[in-house]
């Protein structure tokens, strides 16, 4: 059973940073488009940032110029740095394939607030 491991989560002010992981295992997530998603309360989950094998990366508009994703493929892991963050951004962030095709993990909390 493959397990998305998400964590890096926290309660921030506003303008300040967080570094999310994702530790995937057994599986190796080098071969596959990678993304993290968020939802925050009364929302859908979106789509905020993919990374293709190439290391391509896309981004939500949202996010744009403030969010970068990553990814260590002997760590097989992925990460999604944060910064300047904004209380828009508050949710629970969620790392897996895109497409979506392995089973979700528990998710990692992001709070912004002053």
């Known amino acids: 059973q493959v397990q998305l491991v998400e964590s890096g989560g926290g309660l921030v002010q506003p303008g300040e940073s967080l570094r999310l992981s994702c530790a995937a295992s057994p599986t190796t997530t080098s071969i596959y488009t990678m993304g993290w998603y968020r939802q925050a309360p009364g929302n859908q989950r979106e789509l905020v940032a993919t990374l293709t094998p190439r290391d391509n990366a896309v981004y939500a508009d949202s996010v744009k110029g403030r969010f970068t994703i990553t990814r260590n493929n002997a760590e097989n892991t992925v990460y999604l740095q944060m910064n300047n963050l904004e209380p828009e951004d508050t949710a629970v962030y969620y790392c897996?394939?895109?497409?979506?095709?392995?089973?979700w993990g528990q998710g990692t909390q992001v709070t912004v607030s002053s």
């Open positions: 897996n394939t895109h497409p979506i095709f392995l089973p």
